[in-house]
């Protein structure tokens, strides 16, 4: 059975930073694109970032690009999220998604709460 | 930027009955693979989304075929054939062309 686990969620004062990891089992990891997606409690959901299977390749929503950093150990079978410059407005759940058929996939973890705020 | 659009934003459905929800881009969906990337969520209260449709009109493992997908371009269609108690929950579509964007979602309840 596939198992996405976030973890590494908090409280932050802005200008902070935050690292998130998302540890997944149940499938070949090393095979699969996977995605950060975050969601403002009551709101919409926001696509962040993405990242190819062998990490060699990462995207970025404008909204995070030159502040978050998606990273991948195959090895650990976990996925990254560094976030660095964290505003009032990044305060979210965020959720780690295996990627597939294109896009985030069926697979999803319960995710992580980050809060930023003084 | 691609945007993006939902209607209706909220839809009141009584059980048995059927659910339309729409969803419109600000740019063609085709992806130069000649897929279009045009992919349908739900979230449930309290719980992460859920992957229903991807590539317009193709059912994820599990997805109930009361669901279906529809459309082309820049305009497309989730329907509900016959809305059940557990159909509640937000719905949200995404494209897949310029990274990914999702829609503003709709609320679906029970009337």
């Known amino acids: 059975e596939v198992y996405i686990v976030e973890s590494g969620g908090g409280l932050v004062q802005p200008g902070g930073s935050l690292r998130l990891s998302c540890a997944a089992s149940g499938f070949t990891f090393s095979g699969y694109w996977m995605h950060w997606v975050r969601q403002v409690p009551g709101k919409g959901l926001e696509w962040l970032s993405r990242?190819?299977?062998?990490?060699?390749?990462?995207w970025y929503a404008d909204s995070v690009e030159g502040r978050f950093t998606i990273s991948r150990d195959n090895a650990k079978n976990t996925l990254y999220l560094q976030m660095n410059s964290l505003r009032v407005d990044d305060t979210a759940v965020y959720y780690c998604v295996r990627g597939e058929e294109g896009g985030p996939g069926n697979f999803w973890g319960q995710g992580t709460l980050v809060t930023v705020s003084s | 930027d691609l945007v993006m659009t939902q209607s209706p934003l909220s839809l009141a459905v009584a059980l048995g009955q059927p659910a339309s929800i729409s969803c419109r881009s600000s740019?063609?969906?085709?992806?130069?693979?000649?897929?279009?990337?045009l992919y349908w969520f739900q979230q449930r209260p309290g719980q992460p989304p859920r992957r229903l449709i991807y590539?317009?009109?193709n059912r994820d493992s599990g997805v109930p075929d009361r669901f279906s997908g529809s459309g082309a371009g820049t305009e497309f269609t989730l329907k509900i054939s016959r809305v059940e108690a557990e159909d509640v929950g937000v719905y949200y579509c995404m494209q897949g062309v310029l990274l990914h964007t999702f829609g503003p979602g709709t609320q679906l309840e029970i009337k």
């Open positions: 590539q317009v009109s």
């Open positions: 740019q063609s969906l085709v992806h130069h693979n000649g897929n279009t990337q």
């Open positions: 990242i190819t299977n062998d990490g060699g390749t990462s």
